[in-house]
């Protein structure tokens, strides 16, 4: 195989036996860097873990890999874990994380460790997970990280090299192998040239027509395209808007046809409504892809695509981070998003990420990303900054959780807290930004220490419970201690897990509940404003996530056998989520099973409510076992 020069330099350092951290342009060809090392260690009988940041990554990891190398492949996710013996194991960076920290002598087969998509780790919700992975990476694993442009890579590369004392090569690439040209809908007109902006905005006020801009990439050539949208609703209706147009020759519509209602069938998709709706727009090579989409529609969407039939697809971003789907075009709705608390420009980081997705290596010879811009939302110097700023810098987003210091306080004891100073966090740091993390790392212990969790330097059994259920620690814990987890039912345990990790949408509205799930909700309110005090008194901030019982009705149906259309009357969340937030109930119910703390009776209801849970749409593995 013939490498481009930074794949073949990154090669080379690897097979020299070095760790490596590649920064180069999406869709650049990094992957090709990890496949080397699969193949080698393979060959060598030396085992690998990939990780990867998002399930949906993993699982397709675990497909493309598995059709590469077969029976060596195993995936582990929490959902879902098959051939989990397997010499090359994907897997979620939160499990690799567990791992470390709680069965380090798993890891003794796995010579290498390859983190796609390294710069998360200044992901606000999950980075710190990546951190922590590499602050506690075993002496004995090699590392490969995959990360997208970034300016301080070699920073990055300095502070393993301080924790690890051996080196690690830093390989940049910062050409795109398929050059990207810029376009610009305004006032219903298409520029291509940044100077054009500012000629069309001075004509009278026009609002942009997606008819406009699509008729011009019909006649530039420009399909198959990925439209980008901040919003899983715009998505859809943008799609229906497209329904009078037709993308496809006839033969091309037999032949998507036929493989979109064989894959409904495989996905035991052909009864599900939202199936029956895409039916008619895929007929037209239109698709849309978002998070609130059962799985299973969202992976025959994936294949779609990959088919080359579809021809537009109007997706929320997730379809950018990693998964393979490059096209030859590129649309924005608009260079504007939700960023956690208020809506922003983009990150130039995160446009080339989306923007990255144009031009398809060996088939085009340049990508076509196209801007529509409404420039009472955005001026052009904005507009500027976003495409043509310098990557933003990856920073630490160190937060360690109550289990993370409850497994290093039962490893290094008061010790532990020396391990702050290896943290990137530090390494970035001022003085006084050093101190205040210490002092929250600190009275995290101290509330641990207080509140029954540590006694005589040693984990209680409440402490040893709260080490497994990473992120829902303390309101599970103080449940378990108080003995109201013994009491619970299977239906008490899904309503609980389910209410745990929910997270509830903006103005999203409370079900009425039934006489013992409000019973269970006073209690956990109870416990969750004393946890609150608590953190308040120590000044821990942010937060424990608060439980919500928006999803018990729908929950209590599930377990009850109902079919999965019918238990969606009971709440106004999304399909899709429904299935996210039972396959993450499941995977609490495993983590509380593993604590083996439990009672035996109280572990027999758990199994028999996580085998209930897992049926159905919300098996992960039999998703996975699909072809």
């Not at 290498?112 to 602050?135: A, C, K, M, Q």
């Not at 209706?237 to 091309?252: A, G, I, K, R, V």
């Not at 980081?349 to 409404?374: S, W």
């Amino acid at each position: 195989m013939i490498y481009d020069r930074f794949q073949q330099e990154a090669i080379d350092y690897i097979n020299q036996g070095h760790s490596v951290i590649v920064s180069a342009p999406t869709g650049s060809g990094k992957t090709a860097i990890a496949e080397h090392i699969i193949t080698t260690c393979i060959e060598k009988n030396i085992g690998v873990i990939y990780t990867a940041p998002i399930k949906a990554l993993s699982n397709q990891k675990f497909r493309d890999f598995q059709n590469q190398y077969g029976d060596n492949i195993g995936i582990l996710t929490g959902d879902v874990s098959l051939n989990a013996g397997a010499p090359v194991l994907i897997m979620t960076t939160e499990i690799f994380r567990n791992k470390i920290l709680d069965e380090p002598a798993s890891l003794k087969n796995y010579q290498w460790v390859i983190f796609d998509e390294v710069h998360y780790i200044d992901n606000p919700e999950r980075g710190t997970v990546w951190e922590e992975s590499l602050i506690f990476l075993p002496p004995h694993m090699n590392i490969l990280a995959l990360s997208a442009t970034i300016p301080n890579i070699k920073q990055l590369a300095a502070w393993i090299e301080s924790i690890h004392k051996k080196p690690i090569k830093t390989v940049i690439e910062e050409k795109r192998p398929v050059p990207l040209h810029f376009y610009y809908q305004i006032q219903n007109e298409v520029v291509d040239n940044i100077g054009g902006l500012k000629r069309s905005r001075e004509k009278e006020s026009r609002p942009n027509r997606i008819n406009a801009l699509i008729n011009y990439l019909q006649r530039k050539d420009g399909l198959p395209c990925i439209y980008f949208v901040f919003g899983r609703k715009r998505a859809e209706d943008l799609s229906f808007e497209l329904y009078n147009y037709n993308f496809l020759t006839s033969q091309e519509k037999t032949q998507i046809t036929n493989l979109y209602d064989d894959l409904c069938r495989r996905f035991d998709l052909k009864q599900e409504r939202a199936a029956m709706q895409l039916r008619a727009l895929i007929q037209k090579g239109i698709a849309y892809h978002h998070a609130g989409m059962l799985p299973t529609l969202k992976e025959v969407i994936e294949r779609l695509f990959t088919s080359r039939l579809l021809k537009v697809i109007f997706t929320t971003e997730t379809f950018a981070l990693g998964i393979n789907m490059p096209s030859r075009s590129v649309i924005f709705d608009e260079l504007r998003k939700f960023y956690g608390h208020y809506v922003r420009n983009l990150k130039t980081r995160d446009f080339y990420q989306m923007a990255g997705r144009a031009g398809r290596r060996g088939i085009d010879q340049e990508g076509f990303v196209y801007c529509r811009i409404n420039p009472k939302r955005i001026n052009l110097q904005e507009v500027k900054q976003v495409i043509y700023s310098d990557p933003e810098e990856v920073k630490s987003q160190l937060n360690t959780s109550y289990a993370t210091i409850l497994n290093l306080y039962e490893k290094y004891n008061e010790d532990f807290l020396k391990v702050y100073p290896l943290s990137l966090h530090y390494f970035q740091s001022r003085k006084n930004e050093q101190k205040e993390a210490l002092r929250i790392i600190q009275a995290k212990l101290n509330l641990l220490k207080d509140f029954g969790y540590i006694e005589n330097n040693a984990l209680t059994q409440k402490g040893k419970f709260a080490k497994t259920v990473y992120g829902y620690e303390l309101i599970l814990s103080e449940l378990f201690a108080a003995g109201i987890l013994e009491q619970l039912d299977e239906f008490g345990l899904g309503v609980v897990t389910a209410a745990a990790v929910f997270e509830p949408r903006k103005n999203q509205h409370m079900p009425n509940l039934s006489k013992a799930n409000r019973h269970i909700k006073r209690i956990c309110e109870e416990i969750f404003s004393q946890i609150k005090e608590w953190e308040r008194k120590y000044r821990i901030y942010s937060f424990s996530k608060q439980p919500y019982f928006h999803l018990s009705g729908c929950m209590e149906a599930w377990l009850r056998g109902t079919s999965f259309d019918k238990i969606l009357q009971f709440t106004d969340t999304d399909e899709g989520e429904v299935v996210r937030y039972f396959r993450m109930s499941v995977q609490i119910l495993r983590e509380i099973n593993d604590a083996k703390v439990a009672s035996g009776a109280l572990r027999e209801r758990i199994k028999e409510t996580i085998r209930v849970i897992n049926r159905d749409v919300v098996d992960a593995e039999k998703q996975l076992r699909t072809n």
